[in-house]
Nanobody, 122 residues
Framework: QVQPVESGGGLVQAGDSLRLACQVS????????TGWFRQAPGKEREFVGF??????DIADSVKGRFTITRDIAKNTVYLQMDSLKPEDTAVYYC?????????????????WGQGTQVTVSS
């Protein structure tokens, strides 16, 4: 069973940086896609970005501020968030798709973490 586990959330001030980690346990393969989503209070969950092999994609709403990297040896994917804004406040989820390839929709992912809260104060 594949299980993503997020960590690194917390309370920060606007302009600060934060790095989230998603450690994936279980039987995974290099072609699996790992994605990040977020859900703000009262809003639907939205796509943030994904990484598969060395390719990444980041949502336009956070492009230029967020980056995704991967440590294959640790089976961990990171979401580096810079220049954080109050509107980035949300629960951030990591998800894994065993289908591989570019995946931007929730229903394309098979395994989900429990989420980690990020709160950005103004």
């Amino acid at each position: 069973q594949v299980q993503p586990v997020e960590s690194g959330g917390g309370l920060v001030q606007a302009g600060d940086s934060l790095r989230l980690a998603c450690q994936v346990s279980g039987r995974t393969f290099g072609w699996y896609t790992t994605g990040w989503f977020r859900q703000a209070p009262g809003k639907e969950r939205e796509f943030v970005g994904f990484i598969v092999w060395g390719d990444t994609d980041i949502a336009d709403s956070v492009k230029g501020r967020f980056t995704i990297t991967r440590d294959i040896a640790k089976n961990t994917v990171y979401l580096q968030m810079d220049s954080l804004k109050p509107e980035d406040t949300a629960v951030y989820y990591c998800a894994v798709s065993h289908a591989g390839g570019p995946r931007t929709r929730e229903n394309e992912y098979d395994y989900w973490g429990q989420g980690t809260q990020v709160t950005v104060s103004s």
